[in-house]
């Protein structure tokens, strides 16, 4: 783990993590929205990637998914390149603003994802995804036909539906009521038992307190990586910039 | 579970990524055939059919064409194939161009999301795309070859059969090149410069071939096949091999078509989206808007020359040099192909004549951006101290003046191409400036139309959106027609063609009228 300064590096490196990246870079016509960034996610770490908005959280989540191009550096998944066949059946992405085909149901992108992804007993899976998150009755909807918070309960479906390694999920628990929260959290708590890397991109000071570890960028650095702790945060960023800090 | 038709069950039961990839995709085309409206499909095909069949029946007797004189075919056989090649290789420059920004496919975003992100084989995934994408684009452009054929066969040596098929093998085979060059530039994922440097050597390389009376482009040897039955020897051999080679660039596109990036895929997945919905609505301005997005054409921070003060006259001037090196090359690239169609009009067919005016109004709608900024803003424009029609009327000056400057452009280079320049530069100087104003207030009344003016009158709508591409047709179509109808010597063409400025001018009023009541209309309402 790389980082100097008020960088607290508490988690060692993982050389065989499922989530690395390295010196990590992505400018635009000269503008550095992700500069020199280190990590090392390791299996079942679930880390809590904060910072004010534009500091290059999702550009980092849209480099591992392989969406970006990296300008320098590198990020592996499970030791692969992103965007190869091998990482994109470990890795998993949740993104801020859900997508669905227009004349698909949302049952119909589960079964398309779980069967894209060789997920086993994938009508079972269907089914507790669907109960648990509360989407019963839903079913037949099409994307259009759903409220914002139904929208980003059926894309966080649509994550968990496959098998992964590695969860990347982008402000997952933006327009979910209180219930569909303790049921995401309780839903990520398995995930990293049963040995995923996650990393949550969040502004919310609970998702930070369930985190193994927090990793806080600013202006596209690495500003801090070390334990979810108030005090060192709150030195960092301004209450402002980081809800609850 | 999901009972909703046949996709459920056959996705889950597919054995593998790819078979379930394609049995939703086959779900999906099933669900949209079964909520098509099949006999309104079937019915705007044969009124579109029963229209085509008319025009050319009615071009067919209108033309008369009589048989090319001996020097005038000698010229096309060894001037045309460098002619065509250097209009094909700026296509397959645009079509580069437009790899290297992550086109030419449109993929939903959802198939960026769900599917380019799973473990399938990209190019697997893509190929249908690009397929349909093909067979879209080549059929069109061999029908536009075969119809082209038919007239020209009446002119020139060689059978109807031949000149049908030349012709429509090289409609086909242009829009497969420029696909194919696009896939490989996206696949690739060629720089826009390096994409850009590549098109520029082909337009070089064939402009070579012209001066030096060469064949060797690969550009050069579709326009050999092009005039394939006036061909004989190494130059019928040569279209063989542009056709070759064309196919070549085609086959290396879609075998890299895997290496698309998908940041660009997202974007223009969204932009697509958007531009589509815009077409079903006949909004041409915002599908301009966010073709301009699409190709990235932001005008320049620094203009080409600082002027400054606030009239409408200057504000329009500051748009213009505003204009990216992108904008400036297309106005002047659209001139040069308006001269070169309407010299192959005279030198081949009329019925070129009726690609120049649809050209031109491309142009015009560029000119015309300062006024569809107005009236993008309508609130702005309320706020101001002057009539909308008033306004209107002065933020049409300076357009139709570089319009007026882009058809003298024309003019000069359907002289430089052609083998008559008196006739050409005298046709542009009696038709340039009404042509001008027509243009312009075709293309003001295009890009102030409002799509939802007449949303439940979708006929009228339609009308109304077709109206001033239709004028810039007829407008582009009837002064070359009728300086190529009149018998006789050079004076007689251009009296014909200074006739038909009479028209134009009842156009021109036409449309200055219908604005005027537009723009007050719309004030009437707001207040």
Request: aromatic residues 6%; contains cysteine.
């Amino acid at each position: 783990m790389s980082g100097g300064g008020a960088i607290a590096a508490t988690s060692g490196g993982h050389s065989d993590a499922p989530l690395t990246a390295h010196a990590l870079g992505r400018t635009y016509d000269g503008y550095v929205a992700l500069g020199a960034f280190d990590l090392d996610v390791g299996a079942g770490e679930l880390v809590a990637l904060i910072g004010p908005n534009g500091a290059g959280k999702t550009t980092f989540l849209n480099l591992a998914a392989g969406l970006l191009d990296p300008t320098s550096g590198e990020v592996r998944i499970a030791g692969h390149v992103p965007g190869s066949l091998e990482a994109r059946a470990e890795l998993s992405y949740l993104p801020d603003s859900p997508v669905f085909y227009e004349d698909l149901s949302v049952a119909e992108h589960l079964e398309y994802v779980a069967a894209l992804h060789g997920a086993e007993d994938p009508e079972a899976r269907i089914d507790e995804l669907i109960s648990r998150l509360g989407l019963d009755g839903w079913e037949d909807a099409l994307g259009s036909e759903l409220s914002k918070g139904m929208k980003q309960k059926a894309s966080i479906a649509l994550a968990l539906v496959r098998p992964f390694k590695v969860l990347l999920a982008d402000e997952p628990l933006d327009g979910l009521d209180p219930p569909s929260r303790d049921t995401l959290f309780a839903m990520l708590a398995e995930t990293k038992a049963a040995g995923a890397a996650i990393v949550v991109s969040t502004h919310r000071p609970d998702v930070i307190a369930a985190a193994d570890r927090c990793v806080a960028i600013r202006d596209g650095r690495l500003a801090y990586d070390g334990k979810p702790d108030p005090k060192v945060l709150s030195e960092i960023f301004d209450r402002s910039e980081l809800e609850g800090v | 579970m999901s009972g909703a038709d046949q996709s459920a069950g056959t996705v889950l039961a597919a054995p593998d990524p790819v078979a379930a990839m394609k049995a939703m995709r086959s779900a999906r085309r099933r669900r949209y055939v079964q909520r098509a409206d099949v006999m309104e499909v079937l019915y705007r095909v044969y009124l579109g059919a029963i229209a085509a069949l008319f025009v050319l029946a009615f071009l067919a007797g209108a033309l008369h064409e009589v048989p090319a004189d001996p020097s005038s075919v000698a010229g096309i056989r060894t001037d045309a194939p460098a002619i065509i090649g250097i209009a094909v290789a700026v296509i397959v420059l645009a079509g580069l161009r437009a790899g290297a920004r992550g086109g030419p496919l449109a993929i939903e975003a959802a198939e960026v999301r769900y599917t380019l992100l799973a473990p399938v084989s990209r190019r697997t995934a893509l190929r249908p795309a690009a397929l349909s994408q093909l067979r879209t684009a080549t059929l069109s452009g061999a029908i536009f070859g075969a119809v082209v054929g038919n007239f020209v066969f009446r002119r020139f040596p060689g059978s109807a059969v031949e000149w049908i098929g030349s012709l429509a093998a090289f409609g086909a085979l242009v829009p497969a090149v420029v696909l194919g060059a696009a896939l490989v530039a996206s696949g690739r994922r060629l720089r826009i410069g390096v994409a850009s440097a590549a098109g520029l050597v082909l337009i070089a390389w064939s402009a070579l071939d012209l001066a030096l009376g060469w064949n060797s482009s690969p550009t050069t040897m579709l326009g050999d096949l092009a005039t394939l039955p006036l061909q004989h020897g190494a130059s019928a051999w040569l279209a063989a091999l542009g056709a070759a080679l064309a196919l070549a660039v085609l086959a290396a596109g879609l075998l890299g078509i895997g290496g698309l990036a998908l940041e660009a895929a997202q974007r223009r997945a969204q932009l697509v989206a958007e531009m589509r919905f815009s077409a079903s609505v006949q909004d041409l301005r915002t599908v301009i808007l966010l073709r301009r997005q699409l190709a990235s054409e932001r005008p320049r921070r620094k203009p080409w020359i600082r002027i400054r003060g606030g009239s409408i006259w200057r504000r329009d001037w500051q748009s213009f040099l505003r204009w990216p090196v992108v904008r400036v090359v297309r106005v002047v690239l659209i001139a040069v192909a308006a001269g070169g169609i309407a010299v192959g009009g005279f030198d081949l067919t009329p019925v070129l004549f009726a690609l120049v005016g649809p050209l031109l109004f491309i142009a015009a709608l560029d000119l015309i951006e300062p006024l569809a900024q107005e009236s993008d803003h309508p609130t702005r424009r309320l706020l101001l101290p002057r009539p909308g029609s008033e306004l209107m009327r002065t933020h049409l000056t300076a357009p139709a003046v570089v319009m007026a400057v882009v058809l003298l452009g024309a003019a000069v280079a359907a002289a430089a191409i052609g083998e008559n320049p008196g006739l050409a530069l005298g046709v542009g100087g009696v038709v340039f400036l009404p042509l001008a104003v027509v243009l312009v207030c075709a293309a003001a009344l295009s890009a102030t139309n409002d799509p939802y003016e007449f949303v439940l009158n979708p006929q009228m709508a339609n009308v109304v959106s077709l109206a001033p591409i239709v004028v810039a047709l007829i407008a582009g179509f009837v002064p070359l027609f009728a300086a190529w109808k009149a018998e006789g010597s050079d004076s007689t063409r251009l009296g014909a063609a200074l006739s038909t400025d009479f028209i134009l001018i009842i156009f021109a009023m036409i449309g200055l009228g219908v604005l005027a009541w537009r723009f007050n209309k719309r004030e009437r309402e707001a207040m």
